[in-house]
């Protein structure tokens, strides 16, 4: 069974950083690409930064380039989100995606807020 989970979701004050941290298990064969969504209130869901499991091929969302970083560890088994010179509007609940040969799996979410 395939399993997401997010953590590192914090208040933090405008200019601040954070890592979000998404623990991957449960594939059976290649995870293709890995990915973080946010949902802000009232918002839709939408696409922050991903990358193929190779590690190549990483694209942002042009409000977050060169603020935050997509990487894995592990063999892909953690995937993380390193968020720099955070803003307000970065407030969101941030969602870990991997998609592989059983289709997209989703975690819980971890709420991020920025905020003075």
């Known amino acids: 069974q395939v399993q997401l989970v997010e953590s590192g979701g914090a208040s933090v004050q405008p200019g601040g950083s954070l890592r979000l941290s998404c623990a991957v298990s449960?594939?059976?064969?290649?995870?293709?690409?890995l990915s973080w969504h946010r949902q802000a209130p009232g918002k839709e869901r939408e696409l922050v930064a991903s990358?193929?499991?190779?590690?190549?091929?990483?694209n942002y969302a042009n409000s977050v380039k060169g603020r935050f970083t997509i990487s894995s560890t592990n063999g892909n088994t953690l995937l993380l989100l390193l968020m720099n010179s955070l803003r307000p509007e970065d407030t969101a609940v941030y969602y870990c995606?991997?998609?592989?040969?059983?289709?997209?799996?989703w975690g819980q979410g971890t709420q991020v807020t920025v905020s003075s």
């Open positions: 449960g594939f059976t064969g290649n995870i293709y690409t």
């Open positions: 990358m193929a499991a190779n590690g190549a091929n990483r």
């Open positions: 995606q991997a998609f592989g040969p059983s289709g997209h799996s």
